[in-house]
Structure formats: C-alpha cells, structure tokens
C-alpha cells in the first residue's frame, strides 16, 4: 500500500531518493520534445535489478557478508553497460541511479548500449589483496546469469581498477566455460583489453573541454584548474591539463587535499601519493597549504573538477562556489537542484554524460575488438575518441545555444532523442494508435 499522501509513483521510486530527483532532467527533456507519455513511463523504471548477498571467507577464517546490486536500466539501444563500484555507502538507489545516468551517457555518445551499473557495499582498504580476490570472484559467481556480452556488460568505477577487473573476467570465463573477454571491459592489455582505456575517460572530459575552450573564452596558459579526487579519472584528467599549461591549484582526495596557487605537479603529487597512501603533504611550485575536500569545491578558479562522488555540490554549498566552470568527471557530483540554481545563475556546468562519457567509449572500443579479434593501436582509439567526444560536444553546445538551455538540459535533450527513437523504432505508439 502506498504510505499516506504520496503517490504511488513516489512510493515506488522513493520520494527523496537520488533516483526520483534525478528523473526530473527526463521529465523536462520529454516535455520539451514532446515525447510520447508512453517513452517516459518506460524510462522512469529499471528495467531490472538484482540484490545478492556475497558471503566470502576471510584471511582469519571467519566468514563474512556484502551487499551487492547489478542494475539494467534500460537495453533499447542494446545490452546494457556500466561499471561495478566498491565503495562503503554504495546503495541500491545509487546503483539504480547511476544505471540511468549510463542509459543517457551510452546515448549521448551514440553507442549500441543501454545502460547498467553495479555495486559492491564494502571498504576495500580494508581487505587484504586475497580477500578483494574472492570477492570479486563472488560477485560474478552470484551476477553470471545475468551479465554477458549480448546482455549486460561490466567494466570498472570507483575502487575496481584493473586486477580487480581481471578476476572478475577470469571467473566469468571459468563459468561460461569458454574465453568470454566481451563480457567485461576495462581489462588488462595482456586480458584482452584495449590501448587507451586507462586514461580514457579523462581523456575524453580533456577532449571536450579542449573543444570549448574558445567558446567558454579559456586560455590554457592562464587558466586554473581545482580537482576533487585523485584517482583513476582526477589523476590523468590532471595530468593531461598539466601537461597542456593548464595550472593545477589543488587536487585532493578522501583523505583531503592540498593547494598551492603557483601549481602542482600531478605526477610529483602522485608519487607522494603512492609513497605515503594520500595526496596531503604533496608540495607544489610555492606555498602549499593543506585543504578539506569542501575548501576544494569552493576555491576561486577556471575549472572545477568533481572527480570523486556524487552530491559534492548542494544546495548547501553552491552559493560558495567560485570556479567559472564545472566540469563533471565523476558520475552525479552536482545534486539537481543546485544544477538547477547554479545554470539559471549561468555557471556553465558540463554534465556528467557526457564529459566522462569518454570510459564507456573506449570500452565499446574493446568490446568491438574482443568480438572480431582484431587489436587497434592507440592512436586509433585515441583518434575515435576525439572524434567522438567532439561531435557530441558540439551537437549539445549547439542545442545549449539555439534552445538556451543549460547543458545537461541539452545533453538529456540529445541523448533523450536517440533512446526514444529506439524505443518507437519497435513499433510507434503513433502506429498503434492509429491502427
Ligand atoms: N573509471 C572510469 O572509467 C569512470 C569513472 N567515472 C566516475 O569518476 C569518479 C571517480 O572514479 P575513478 O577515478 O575511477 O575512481 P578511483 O577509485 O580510481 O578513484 C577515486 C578517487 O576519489 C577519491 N575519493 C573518494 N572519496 C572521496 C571524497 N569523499 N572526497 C574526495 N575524494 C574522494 C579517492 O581517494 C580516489 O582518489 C566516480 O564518480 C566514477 O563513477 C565515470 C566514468 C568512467
Ligand atoms: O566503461 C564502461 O563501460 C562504463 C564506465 C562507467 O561505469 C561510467 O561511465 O560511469
């Protein structure tokens, strides 16, 4: 029974949950194409959701439990696609988000993918290496039925990197019986993986913001860049900007941050980081102070990169933010309401599906390669990626302008117009109505 004074719909998807907010870009973007009803009843839901419990033994011999999730979210376009993250808070409505976010982002890249993703509720810092092994092993042994290369495909997020990535595509193999290396992507190169994937979804945000530069009047000799997260995205986004004259101010990471407004060298940083476990303590060309994760977020600069969670920018705090530009490398970092006041106040805000959209490009790069058996060299993946992350830039750039929307409103808009397409290719509501 729908509790009191909600409405069914809300009960289902949970009023205040990250999902429900974040369906409102489609609710608009279906207005504004005027959508069949039809479209947005499908694409409100997960298509389908699947919990596990994963009981793995541990070093001292006890046994212990994890919370698991694997979400399809949509499979119009084809199977669906995303990563499996490792993190403490990982929630069922955060799987599900995130799943709908990679139907959009799959979209928005024109990819034959719907979108998936899945979780893992667990801190990996504190598991030994063999105990992160058989729990990797696990999550496919309880998600096999349900994954595969023509069905859904699983690929790295937060805290799976590639070893973990590794195991998991070795159990799928070992239980399908047969090399199945299109199942999972984002594996090593001697595992079937493709050049270009470790650094491609920096290298895509890097690619669009290269595109924009003139349009958002940026001068890379002069222009300041603040990066929230230090790891696989935040670390080569980094790098790449650093490398372009871009001045990195401040990066941080969970253990908090450091800034120095002469700069910071990220591969100096990094390896300060891989000595000590943290970017804190990292110095820079000047002065470098130690920052909270929250500083970060608020520092006068350029370009803002959210590379870490979601929900780092609220409402209660995107009154502070002072960068010109925020460019979405993590997954969900503006929550919508603060997107919402922020674009009305015209921060420009490059949105998630498509500034990190470059990961899942590259993947559907490997799964292409894995399934015909024929290995590109970097830099035709390279040269694909840009091609891609430039043509979907500028066709949601142009809609920005001519439709004087914000840009996620115009990526939804964009990607919104391919999924419905999909959706009514397999017969048109118009057709039955008519018939
Ligand atoms: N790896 C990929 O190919 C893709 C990743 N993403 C998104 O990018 C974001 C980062 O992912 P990865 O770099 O792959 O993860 P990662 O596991 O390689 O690194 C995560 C980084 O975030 C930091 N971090 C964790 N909690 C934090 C907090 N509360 N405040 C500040 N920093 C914190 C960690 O210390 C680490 O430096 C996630 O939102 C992920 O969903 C999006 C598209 C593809
Ligand atoms: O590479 C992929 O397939 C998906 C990456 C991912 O999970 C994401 O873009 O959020």
């Given at each position: 029974m729908p509790t009191k004074n909600k409405?069914?719909?809300?009960?289902?998807?949970?009023?205040?949950?990250?999902?429900?907010?974040?369906?409102?870009?489609?609710?608009?973007?279906?207005?504004?194409?005027?959508?069949?009803?039809?479209?947005?009843?499908?694409?409100?839901?997960?298509?389908?959701?699947?919990?596990?419990?994963?009981?793995?033994?541990m070093d001292d011999g006890s046994r212990r439990a994890f919370k698991s999730w694997r979400c399809r979210y949509n499979d119009r376009r084809g199977p669906t696609k995303g990563g499996v993250r490792f993190h403490p808070n990982v929630s069922l409505d955060e799987i599900e988000t995130l799943s709908f976010w990679m139907t959009f982002k799959c979209a928005v890249a024109n990819l034959p993918?719907?979108?998936?993703?899945?979780?893992?509720?667990?801190?990996?810092?504190?598991?030994?290496?063999?105990?992160?092994?058989?729990?990797?092993?696990?999550?496919?042994?309880a998600f096999a039925p349900f994954i595969g290369p023509d069905r859904d495909i699983l690929a790295p997020d937060m805290y799976t990197n590639g070893i973990v990535i590794a195991w998991m595509a070795d159990e799928y193999s070992s239980i399908s019986g047969q090399a199945s290396p299109s199942a999972i992507t984002g594996k090593p190169l001697a595992f079937g993986g493709t050049n270009g994937r470790v650094d491609?979804?920096?290298?895509?945000?890097?690619?669009?913001?290269?595109?924009?530069?003139?349009?958002l009047a940026l001068n890379p000799e002069s222009a300041t860049v603040a990066i929230q997260g230090f790891g696989n995205v935040g670390?080569?986004?980094?790098?790449?900007?650093?490398?372009?004259?871009?001045?990195?101010?401040?990066?941080?990471?969970?253990?908090?941050?450091?800034?120095?407004?002469?700069?910071?060298?990220?591969?100096?940083?990094?390896?300060?980081?891989?000595?000590?476990?943290?970017?804190?303590?990292?110095?820079?060309?000047?002065?470098?102070?130690?920052?909270?994760?929250?500083?970060?977020?608020?520092?006068?600069?350029?370009?803002?990169v959210p590379a870490a969670l979601e929900r780092q920018i609220t409402l209660d705090n995107c009154d502070k933010i002072n960068a010109r530009i925020i460019l979405e490398m993590a997954n969900g970092p503006v929550s919508p309401e603060a997107d919402r006041k922020l674009s009305a106040a015209g921060q420009i805000i490059v949105p998630d599906i498509l500034a990190n959209s470059g990961g899942v490009t590259v993947s559907h790069l490997e799964w292409v390669q894995n399934r015909s058996g024929f290995y590109w060299d970097?830099?035709?993946?390279?040269?694909?990626?840009?091609?891609?992350?430039?043509?979907?830039?500028?066709?949601?750039?142009?809609?920005?302008?001519?439709?004087?929307?914000?840009?996620?409103?115009?990526?939804?808009?964009?990607?919104?117009?391919?999924?419905?397409?999909?959706?009514?290719?397999?017969?048109?509501p118009a057709y039955f109505e008519g018939s």
């Open positions: 409405t069914l719909e809300e009960n289902m998807l949970g009023a205040n949950g990250m999902l429900a907010k974040s369906l409102e870009a489609l609710r608009s973007a279906s207005e504004r194409l005027n959508i069949h009803p039809d479209v947005f009843e499908e694409l409100k839901w997960p298509r389908e959701t699947l919990a596990a419990t994963l009981l793995i033994r993918f719907g979108g998936g993703k899945g979780g893992v509720c667990v801190d990996t810092k504190a598991l030994s290496a063999n105990e992160l092994e058989r729990l990797s092993r696990a999550y496919i042994e491609a979804t920096a290298r895509g945000g890097y690619y669009t913001l290269r595109h924009l530069e003139t349009s670390y080569y986004c980094a790098k790449l900007l650093h490398a372009d004259g871009y001045k990195i101010i401040a990066i941080s990471d969970s253990g908090g941050g450091i800034y120095d407004k002469s700069g910071l060298d990220p591969l100096a940083v990094m390896q300060h980081k891989h000595e000590t476990g943290g970017v804190k303590g990292a110095k820079g060309q000047g002065k470098t102070n130690e920052i909270t994760n929250a500083e970060l977020l608020e520092l006068e600069c350029d370009v803002l970097s830099s035709r993946v390279r040269d694909h990626l840009k091609k891609t992350m430039e043509t979907e830039t500028q066709a949601i750039w142009a809609l920005h302008n001519e439709m004087d929307l914000s840009m996620r409103d115009a990526a939804y808009t964009h990607g919104l117009r391919r999924i419905a397409e999909s959706v009514e290719a397999r017969g048109t």
